[in-house]
C-alpha cells in the first residue's frame, strides 16, 4: 500500500529480508505498519511483496522524519541493521524525530553491553529501548520466530499484544516473554546461539560416525535422521539434516551435502558465549569445542596438507579396520543414545551461563520461562525443551539440569552407549570434540572428588597461593621441595 492518512501502530526500518519477513508477519496479524529503509528500493520491494501476499496493511516511507512520524503515539520502531555502527546511526536518524515516550527495538544480534550504553544514552531525551533477540531465520520472522525482548519493561507492555500475536504459537503460549531489564535479552539471544553451535557441532559429528563407520549412505543417513525426528530428538535441526541428505546435485551425481567445502562461516555469537563463560568461570567446553571446530574447519589447506605429512609419516586410516565388525543397527542406536546425552550437556551449560549473568546483573532470568519460548519458531526448538522447562518449574534453583531427577535417570541410561560411540570414534581416528566434551563434562561433574588435590599442590609449591584440606578448616602453606629432599634423605639413609 502507498502511504496513508491514518497513523500506523508501529514501524519498522530495515529491509533486508529478515526485517520484510517480520514487517509482513506484523502486518498479516492486523496491525498496520509503517516500513523505511534507507536503499528506497527495498522500500518498493517490501510494499510490493505486501500487495502480492494479500493486501496487507504495510505502508512505505521515504525519510526518517516521515516515517516516524506515521506512526501512531507512544511510538514504537523496530529496527533490523546490521549491528555495530548502523545501529548507532539509524538511532541517530530516527531520535531526531521521536518524543519522550517513544521507543526503539533493535532487533538485530547485538552485543548486550552496546544494548545497555545505548538504553543509558536514548534515555537523556526520555526515549525508551528495548534490545530484542529474534530466532528463526528468514522463515521464522515470515511466519513466526521466537522473541526475546529486555530492557524497558514499558516499552515492552507498549508493544505486548503485537509480539505476542507475530511470535510462533505454543502449546502453552506465544514464543515471546519480557526477558528482563538491560541486555538481558541480547544476552539470551547470544546464549541461544551457543547452544546452536553446540547442538550443530554435535549433529555433524554424529553424522561422521554413522557416514564413515557405518558406512551410511545419504539415503539412510535421511531415513535415519527422519526417525530420530519422530522421537526424543525431535528438533528443527534434526528435521533439516534429513532433508539436506535428500537433496541430490544438479551440476552433478550424488547428493548436494557431498560436494559442500567443509568450511564453517560464523557471525560472532558463539565466539561471544564461550568468551561470557569464560569471564564467568562457567564450564562450557561443549559450546568451546564446537567453535574450535569452527577455526579448524576454516584451515582447508593447512588439513589437507597436513593429512598427505601424516600419511607419508605412517599413519594408517583406521576406519576401515574398525567398520569391519560393525553392527550397523546398534551403532545407529549407540549414536543416537550419545547424541541425545551430548546435547543435554550442552543445554546445562547454556542454561548455567544464563543463571550466573542473570545473579552477576540482578536480571532475574526465568530459566523455565526461557525454555518455553524457545519450544517453536527458533533454531534449537525441540521437542526436550519442554521437559527443561517441567524440570526448572520443578526446581527453579536446579543446580544442573545433570541433576534433575528425570534427565539424570536418562543420563545414567545412555552413558554406556554415549561411551561406545566416543571409544569407536577415537578407535576409527574420527574426530567428536563435541560428544567428548561433554561425556567429561559429565564425568568431571558427577564425580565427587577430581585429581584437583594435586593441581593445588603445585600452585603452593610454585607460588605459594595455599590449599584447603578436607579435613581441617583454614588456609595452608606448605615448604614442599625443603620438605620432599628431607623425606628423600631420610629414605636414603632408611637403604
Not at 528506497?40 to 516515517?67: C, I, M, W
Request: net charge negative; glycine share 10%; charged share 25%.
Amino acid at each position: 500500500m502507498e502511504a496513508s492518512a491514518a497513523l500506523s501502530r508501529i514501524g519498522l526500518a530495515g529491509l533486508a529480508v529478515m526485517g520484510q519477513n517480520l514487517a509482513l508477519n506484523i502486518a498479516e496479524k492486523g496491525f498496520p505498519i509503517s516500513v523505511y529503509n534507507r536503499t528506497t528500493s527495498k522500500v518498493d520491494e517490501t510494499v510490493d511483496r505486501a500487495h502480492n501476499e494479500g493486501n496487507l496493511p504495510l505502508f512505505g516511507q521515504y525519510n526518517p522524519r516521515d516515517f516516524v512520524l506515521s506512526i501512531q503515539r507512544p511510538r514504537s520502531v523496530i529496527i533490523l541493521v546490521k549491528a555495530g555502527l548502523p545501529v548507532d546511526q539509524t538511532i541517530a536518524a530516527l531520535s531526531d524525530h521521536l518524543e519522550p515516550g517513544d521507543a526503539i527495538i533493535d532487533g538485530g544480534n547485538e552485543w548486550y553491553e552496546n544494548t545497555e550504553r545505548r538504553i543509558a544514552q536514548v534515555s537523556d531525551r526520555g526515549i525508551l529501548y528495548l534490545g530484542m533477540g529474534v530466532s528463526g531465520g528468514e522463515d521464522g520472522a515470515r511466519h513466526g520466530p521466537s522473541l526475546m525482548p529486555g530492557g524497558s519493561f514499558e516499552a515492552y507492555s507498549n508493544v505486548e499484544d503485537i509480539l505476542k500475536k507475530v511470535a510462533a504459537q505454543v502449546d502453552d503460549g506465544p514464543c515471546v516473554t519480557y526477558i528482563g531489564e538491560g541486555g538481558s535479552g541480547n544476552f539470551v539471544k547470544m546464549v541461544h546461539n551457543g547452544i546452536e553451535y553446540g547442538d550443530m557441532q554435535l549433529i555433524s559429528e554424529a553424522y561422521d560416525v554413522l557416514k564413515h563407520v557405518g558406512g551410511l549412505s545419504n539415503t539412510e543417513l535421511a531415513d535415519i535422521f527422519s526417525e530420530w525426528n519422530r522421537g526424543e530428538l525431535e528438533s528443527f535441526l534434526i528435521e533439516i539434516s534429513a532433508d539436506i541428505f535428500k537433496v541430490k546435485d544438479e551440476h552433478g551425481d550424488g547428493e548436494l551435502v557431498d560436494k559442500i567445502l567443509d568450511k564453517t562461516g560464523m557471525k560472532g555469537t558463539g565466539k561471544w558465549t564461550v568468551q561470557q563463560a569464560a569471564e564467568l568461570s562457567i564450564a562450557a567446553p561443549t559450546i568451546a569445542a564446537s567453535l574450535d571446530c569452527r577455526y579448524l574447519s576454516g584451515l582447508k589447506e593447512e588439513r589437507e596438507s597436513a593429512a598427505e605429512v601424516l600419511k607419508e609419516a605412517g599413519l594408517n586410516d583406521s576406519v576401515g579396520s574398525v567398520r569391519s565388525g560393525i553392527d550397523k543397527k546398534k551403532l545407529i542406536e549407540d549414536v543416537r543414545q550419545a547424541l541425545y546425552a551430548s546435547k543435554i550437556c550442552s543445554y546445562a551449560q547454556g542454561m548455567n551461563l544464563l543463571r550466573a549473568k542473570s545473579l552477576e546483573k540482578g536480571w532475574n532470568l526465568n530459566l523455565g520461562e526461557l525454555a518455553r519460548i524457545w519450544k517453536g519458531g527458533c533454531i534449537i526448538r525441540a521437542v526436550f525443551l519442554d521437559r527443561i522447562k517441567k524440570a526448572y518449574q520443578r526446581n527453579p534453583n536446579l543446580a544442573s539440569l545433570l541433576v534433575d531427577p528425570e534427565f539424570a535417570r536418562e543420563m545414567v541410561q545412555r552413558q554406556a552407549a554415549w561411551r561406545r560411540v566416543v571409544g569407536l570414534a577415537i578407535s576409527a581416528g574420527i574426530s567428536t570434540p563435541g560428544m567428548c566434551a561433554s561425556l567429561a563434562y559429565f564425568d568431571t561433574y558427577r564425580r565427587a572428588r577430581l585429581p584437583a588435590n594435586l593441581v593445588q599442590a603445585q600452585r603452593d609449591l610454585f607460588g605459594a597461593h595455599t590449599y584447603e584440606r578436607v579435613d581441617r578448616q583454614g588456609s595452608f602453606h606448605t615448604e614442599w621441595t625443603k620438605l620432599a629432599r628431607n623425606a628423600g634423605a631420610g629414605a636414603s639413609i632408611l637403604k
